[in-house]
């Protein structure tokens, strides 16, 4: 039987190219979006759905498991970036991407954990980042908003594995996708004290998106994790060095870990 799978965010990025991807694997997907209307010839269906409306996700959770019913596997995918000083980042933003990137998936979660728990089986997959495992200078909100996703879903983890629902987190790297052009930047302020290094640090970001390793591949972890027996609490993908500096916080005192990211945003 074909397994149903639900990607959030899967009409652009890295949401797009897992539902490509299992859709040649022989998976049945729904991807979904805000504007569903606006994407064409997609190899899977395309549901309308904004995460931090729980009567949309709810709608479009109904309509798959009328159709299908079932729901195997969902991808919560959907997030959005932000960048910039926390002092200068507006707060209705900082709110913005706490609702999408955390209570988004928790929202979702909850709405496909009693479909998954009468099935006695299901998988649910949380996106999260590597930047979440580090408090980035000028992506804070985004690394702490991750890094939230990561130890709710620990415990989220724990307490739906009695019913035969498994959960895990996949934390990507740079994966070359058109993060940077959806992402709010707080506007970089000719009298500010952080333009400099700011300014500076925006450019790096975007040139480690482009230079990113092909969303593919992230697909192809994906895949591999849906076929787990037991899957683990939480994978990496990245580069070598991106998996390499989640180490080295571990390993290495924290001001020295400071120190080394402060050199390597040029940040004095």
Same mark, same amino acid.
């Given at each position: 039987m074909s397994k149903v !799978?639900?990607?959030?965010?899967g009409s652009s990025g890295i949401g797009k190219a897992i539902g490509e991807f299992l859709s040649k694997k022989g998976f049945t997907v729904y991807g979904t979006s805000r504007n569903p209307e606006n994407n064409n010839n997609f190899p899977f269906t395309l549901l309308k759905m904004e995460v931090t409306d +729980? /009567?949309?996700?709810?709608?479009?959770?109904?309509?798959?498991i009328k159709k299908e019913n079932r729901?195997? +596997? *969902? *991808?919560?995918?959907?997030? !959005? %970036?932000i960048t910039g000083p926390i002092e200068e980042t507006p707060y209705?933003?900082?709110?913005?991407?706490?609702?999408i990137n955390v209570h988004g998936p928790i929202n979702v979660i909850?709405? !496909?954990?009693?479909?998954?728990r009468e099935q006695g089986s299901g998988l649910i997959i949380n996106i999260t980042s590597i930047a979440g495992y580090m408090g980035l200078p000028y992506r804070g909100i985004y690394s702490a908003t991750k890094a939230a996703l990561e130890i709710t879903a620990e415990a989220f983890r724990m307490e739906i594995k009695q019913f035969g629902v498994k959960m895990t987190n996949i934390a990507p790297g740079?994966?070359?996708?058109?993060?940077?052009? %959806?992402?709010?930047?707080?506007? +970089?302020?000719? /009298?500010?004290?952080?333009?400099?290094v700011y300014s500076s640090t925006l450019k790096m970001m975007d040139e480690h998106v482009n230079h990113g390793e092909d969303p593919m591949k992230l697909a192809q972890v994906v895949f591999?994790?849906?076929?787990?027996?037991?899957?683990? *609490?939480?994978?990496?993908? %990245?580069?070598?060095?991106?998996?390499?500096?989640? !180490?080295?916080?571990?390993?290495?005192?924290?001001k020295w870990y400071e120190k080394m990211l402060m050199k390597h945003f040029k940040i004095k």
């Open positions: !799978v639900l990607i959030t965010g +729980v /009567n949309s996700i709810s709608e479009a959770i109904d309509f798959i729901l195997d +596997v *969902v *991808v919560n995918n959907a997030g !959005v %970036g209705i933003e900082i709110r913005k991407a706490f609702d909850k709405a !496909v954990i009693p479909q998954m740079d994966y070359a996708t058109n993060i940077a052009a %959806g992402r709010f930047h707080a506007p +970089v302020l000719e /009298n500010s004290p952080y333009k400099e591999d994790v849906i076929n787990e027996k037991k899957p683990k *609490v939480r994978y990496k993908a %990245g580069s070598t060095l991106q998996k390499f500096s989640i !180490v080295l916080k571990r390993i290495l005192p924290s």
